[in-house]
């Protein structure tokens, strides 16, 4: 059984791209949620995803965009790339409606270096 | 709003010693909390949650946490510590009736010295 997958694993680009990253989740899982971790910190709640629709979301500009396909699995797209969005971007699957006894799965990530 | 506060950064611990990773949350609702673990280039690992009932719980790998409500603190403690046990780990709250939105805070990196 799959878990979280992701894509690519590492990533560079320069300032003012475009980025896009992916995510297929854990097989049974129709929610996705993406997270920003900066080096050294925690990680930061980016959106989420279900039925196609962003249905949470946390405090990011509108560079930060997503999106969820009938298959469930989702994109994470970041235009006018900054410096300042150097991260690993982890992507988190769910089944929506089932209780917190059933955990968020996550994946390894991607890593982002903008230079 | 949620807030977790982890209190150290960084712990040292020797080997077959015990440790204990201190958190504290601030929530104006009730919460569940999450303790995860992560290994160098991976993603996070659920070690235990608290969502109710018994304060004490156990979880994965020897670890356990205790929820204290007045205290608002959800420390993670393991009696006997392995050299796998080197990495970082996040404490976590989300507010109950959420969407798994969890606000993590910014990690203690254990490290097992032999």
């Known amino acids: 059984d799959a878990g979280v997958t992701q894509s690519p694993t590492h990533l560079i680009k320069t300032r003012g791209q475009q980025v896009t990253l992916r995510c297929s989740p854990k097989s049974g899982h129709d929610t996705v949620s993406w997270y920003q971790q900066a080096l050294g910190q925690g990680p930061q709640f980016i959106f989420q995803?279900?039925?196609?629709?962003?249905?949470q979301r946390g405090n990011f500009p509108d560079r930060f965009s997503g999106h969820q396909f009938p298959n469930y699995s989702s994109e994470l797209n970041v235009n006018a790339l900054l410096l300042g969005d150097s991260a690993l971007y982890l992507c988190?699957?769910?089944?929506?409606?089932?209780?917190?006894?059933?955990?968020?799965?996550f994946g390894n990530g991607t890593r982002l270096t903008v230079t | 709003a949620q807030s977790v506060t982890q209190l150290d950064s960084q712990v040292p611990v020797f080997e077959e010693a015990p440790v204990e990773l201190r958190c504290n949350y601030s929530?104006?609702?009730?919460?569940?909390l999450f303790w995860y673990v992560q290994y160098p280039n991976q993603g996070l690992q659920l070690l235990l949650k608290?969502?109710?009932?018994?304060?004490l719980v156990k979880g994965i790998n020897g670890f356990e946490a205790e929820f204290n409500k007045s205290q608002t603190s959800f420390h993670l403690r393991k009696p006997s510590v392995h050299i796998s046990d080197t990495a970082e780990y996040f404490c976590a709250v989300t507010a109950v009736g959420s969407a798994r939105q969890l606000t993590f805070g910014s990690g203690t990196q254990l490290t097992v010295l032999p």
């Open positions: 608290y969502l109710s009932g018994s304060t």
């Open positions: 988190a699957s769910s089944l929506q409606g089932s209780s917190y006894n059933s955990p968020l799965h």
């Open positions: 929530s104006s609702v009730s919460v569940y």
């Open positions: 995803y279900y039925e196609e629709e962003e249905r």
